[in-house]
């Protein structure tokens, strides 16, 4: 999974140190808000689950292709994960990735555009957080850990509106196409992320 994230990571490095001499490629950064929750699939998943608010952020490359197309690919920081009552008390995870939307931006009217494309998420860590009146109870599982996947495939669709060139505002959905692991249990059930973000982009 390094090894995936690192080329990852290295490619879009290269590609932004080209935008550097080509004034048609935008460089830029973003920031926003994600809530989040699951999609819980067969297993012991029997618990219901609710909202987590959490934070993205990351850089941006904006590429144009032809009249009203452009390929956006990003490099971004997540949080996601899930609240849910346990017993006398409440369950929280919270899941730490590194998205990299490889997206196509299309130029719908004026300054709308449509987003859409596949993303790959690389796990950095896992918190888990069990509260209840008697105190808190925290677990940090690295990226090491064999109980859940290192690497997600999923797909993102929104919307961002350009105020002008060099601010934006935009709104997304994004969905894990993979389960978190290939197997549920009542200690890491099986499930599919799922995240609601919005934000703000400034592109230079």
Do not use: W
Not at 79 to 92: E, H, L, V
Request: charged share 20%.
């Amino acid at each position: 999974m390094k090894k995936l994230f690192f080329l990852a990571a290295a490619l879009f490095v290269t590609v932004a140190a080209s935008a550097q001499s080509d004034s048609k490629i935008r460089l830029g950064l973003k920031a926003g808000l994600n809530i989040s929750n699951i999609i819980k699939d067969d297993g012991n998943n029997n618990f219901n689950t609710d909202y987590l608010v959490g934070f993205n952020g990351g850089v941006t490359l904006d590429i144009p292709i032809v009249d009203r197309l452009a390929f956006a690919p990003e490099l971004v920081y997540s949080t996601k994960g899930y609240k849910a009552d346990a017993p006398f008390g409440t369950f929280t995870q919270t899941t730490h990735f590194i998205d990299a939307p490889l997206l196509a931006r299309i130029n719908l009217v004026g300054g709308l555009n449509l987003i859409a494309g596949p993303q790959v998420s690389f796990l950095l860590s896992t918190n888990n957080k069990y509260e209840n009146d008697l105190g808190t109870i925290e677990q940090q599982i690295d990226e090491d850990s064999d109980r859940f996947r290192k690497s997600l495939v999923g797909g993102v669709i929104g919307f961002r509106y350009d105020i002008n060139q060099q601010f934006d505002i935009h709104g997304r959905y994004a969905l894990d196409f993979q389960k978190n692991n290939e197997d549920g249990t009542s200690r890491t059930p099986e499930f599919k992320n799922q995240v609601f973000q919005v934000g703000i982009g400034v592109k230079f």
